[in-house]
């Protein structure tokens, strides 16, 4: 380990939008749809040398006992127009969108993320999330979902054909001079046919290779499907993993599974999604970072998250109070929708927190607080940034997704007082290396394909 040279950390902003960190009660928090809440944090990060901004996406409203849920009541916008205005006001910045593979076709997806390489200069990434929610499901013509081994060998599929259109195109196709016309090159544009479980495709794709040859994928997934997965399909694997240990075990799971697929290990980055807190001493920062996740979990929000395990009725409790008397409603899954029900069985879970609450006097709220929180970094910037270098140097992860709680402007701390520290000791860079996402992520760029067709016979992943 000491013999080995520095590991480069890579960092990306992630935009707080809906997400249930979010605190929208301070004075500072500002818009979550307006552009010019994007922009800034773009702007912030790039000027940090960030490696990437990266946007969420949510196809349906999220509901809660029949109503608009929580901090959804704002409106999700589309992901990819807010990227494709944000390539027009940075210039090195990865623009990372995430796009759903369960009920979106391979045509159109690989034509959008093709189109924003190319308009952006290289910068374009998508992030693969499959859904197994009917509720979902249900804003689509198909409808319904997938059971949980289709969806991978959906988005598997899904992806064959992505590459194999932008494979289609050569890097040089045209040929010619304005005077005397210009012309695509002979067999430099190829016809792709498919024929799979769930797609059949077939045309000539209309759009050119971008300049990194294939868009970045990312993808999150901690299942062990989702593991083959990644290690079969992606560049960036967007995990949740908050403590050191933790994040060394699924950095070796992970990465140990790329050598028989062919790959190398600085094929795939891991990169966790992370907050920080930052004080100008460590019980600042440990007090501030209480401060906020009292606000992140308000006496109502607690209550709402109770419900969704109970699956019954709790407002009648005071969320300073005891935990519910009540049992849960085994059947009852569906009182909140569009969020993932992670529980399938409540009254192990039920249990195991009462029994918490009793040992340690906490109270509905202090229980939620304390089940949600995920770690992150808490400390000045120094000890942050030794931190955050610390994981990387040391192989639990390949860097770290931002995520502030304030929008738009709760990293600018981050960006202000860690990120230069990192810069000084030789782990972060000061200018951009070059001008596409995988310039900065240290990924090879795909040659051109040569296959005209891509018949697939697809089975689950893993």
């Not at 190398?264 to 807190?277: F, G, H, R």
């Not at 019980?283 to 979990?297: L, P």
């Not at 972060?428 to 891509?454: I, K, M, Q, V, W």
Request: no cysteine; aromatic share 8%; charged share 25%.
């Amino acid at each position: 380990m000491t013999n080995r040279p520095r590991k480069q950390i890579h960092l990306g902003a992630h935009f707080p939008g809906v997400n249930s960190t979010t605190v929208w009660t301070e004075p500072d928090s500002g818009s979550q749809i307006d552009f010019a809440s994007f922009e800034h944090l773009a702007r912030r990060a790039e000027d940090a040398r960030l490696d990437f901004f990266f946007l969420a996406e949510g196809l349906r409203l999220r509901e809660h006992k029949g109503e608009i849920f929580d901090l959804d009541v704002v409106g999700r916008p589309d992901t990819l127009p807010v990227l494709a205005a944000l390539a027009a006001v940075t210039d090195r910045l990865g623009l990372v969108g995430t796009i759903n593979t369960t009920f979106n076709e391979p045509w159109e997806i690989a034509r959008q993320f093709a189109t924003l390489d190319v308009l952006s200069g290289g910068r374009a990434a998508w992030n693969l999330v499959t859904s197994s929610d009917a509720f979902t499901g249900a804003n689509f013509r198909r409808g319904g979902f997938l059971p949980y081994a289709e969806r991978y060998e959906r988005a598997a599929e899904l992806v064959a054909v992505a590459r194999a259109l932008w494979d289609s195109w050569d890097d040089d196709a045209v040929r010619g001079d304005r005077a005397a016309g210009a012309f695509l090159r002979d067999g430099a544009v190829r016809e792709v046919e498919h024929v799979g479980k769930h797609f059949q495709v077939r045309g000539t794709f209309p759009t050119p290779r971008g300049p990194q040859g294939h868009p970045v994928l990312f993808q999150a997934g901690d299942s062990g499907d989702g593991r083959d997965f990644a290690a079969a399909t992606a560049d960036v694997v967007f995990s949740m993993h908050s403590t050191f240990e933790d994040g060394q075990a699924f950095y070796r799971d992970v990465k140990g599974r790329l050598a028989a697929l062919g790959r190398t290990e600085e094929s795939l980055k891991i990169l966790p999604a992370t907050t920080v807190v930052l004080g100008d001493t460590l019980a600042d920062a440990q007090e501030r970072a209480r401060v906020i996740r009292r606000q992140q979990v308000s006496g109502p929000g607690a209550i709402a998250f109770l419900e969704q395990v109970w699956g019954v009725d709790l407002t009648s409790y005071d969320p300073e109070g005891p935990l519910p008397d009540a049992e849960p409603d085994v059947d009852n899954a569906d009182i909140t929708r569009g969020r993932v029900r992670h529980v399938k069985d409540p009254r192990p879970v039920v249990a195991q927190w009462r029994a918490r609450a009793e040992a340690e006097g906490l109270s509905i709220r202090d229980l939620v607080i304390a089940v949600t929180t995920r770690g992150g970094f808490v400390g000045t910037p120094t000890q942050v940034a030794d931190d955050i270098d610390r994981a990387v140097q040391e192989d639990a992860s390949d860097g770290f997704i931002l995520v502030p709680h304030l929008t738009p402007h709760g990293l600018d701390d981050v960006l202000d007082r860690v990120v230069p520290l990192l810069q000084e000791r030789g782990s972060f860079r000061t200018e951009y290396s070059g001008p596409t996402l995988r310039h900065h992520l240290g990924l090879d760029r795909p040659a051109p394909g040569r296959t005209r067709t891509a018949h697939l016979d697809q089975q689950p992943v893993g």
